[in-house]
Nanobody, 126 residues
Framework: QLQLVESGGGLVQPGGSLRLSCVAS????????IGWFRQAPGKEREGISC??????????RYEDSVKGRFTISRDNAKNTVYLQMNSLKPEDTGVYYC?????????????????WGQGTQVTVSS
């Protein structure tokens, strides 16, 4: 019954910043590893970052395309996972999704549950 809702997207100029939120209901996010994904027009959905479940909440991974620019974090008190996106580039444009994953391991991205939310649109353009 866990539900995840993404928010925080919008239109931003290159070099700008956005913070995306993934808010859970129906269960606590402390139990789960969470991944952030994005899908650009005409491309397949790709995993870009993940954070592990308790007792290793500080275990994070980033794909090279976002490494050094994006930061994933969680606030268990708010039942929320964040994606802070800095130094945004036009190629970051897409719909961003969060999802429960089995393990925070790059290149695997296996979902624990089978459905996606609506995502949140990020557009980086001058």
């Amino acid at each position: 019954q866990l539900q995840l809702v993404e928010s925080g997207g919008g239109l931003v100029q290159p070099g700008g910043s956005l913070r995306l939120s993934c808010v859970a209901s129906g269960d606590t996010l402390d139990y789960y590893a969470i991944g952030w994904f994005r899908q650009a027009p005409g491309k397949e959905r790709e995993g870009i970052s993940c954070i592990s479940s308790n007792p290793n909440p500080g275990n994070t991974r980033y794909e090279d395309s976002v490494k050094g620019r994006f930061t994933i974090s969680r606030d268990n008190a708010k039942n929320t996972v964040y994606l802070q996106m800095n130094s945004l580039k036009p190629e970051d444009t897409g719909v961003y999704y969060c999802a429960v994953i089995r393990l925070c391991v790059l290149k695997i991205w296996d979902l624990r549950f089978g459905s996606w939310g609506q995502g949140t649109q990020v557009t980086v353009s001058s």
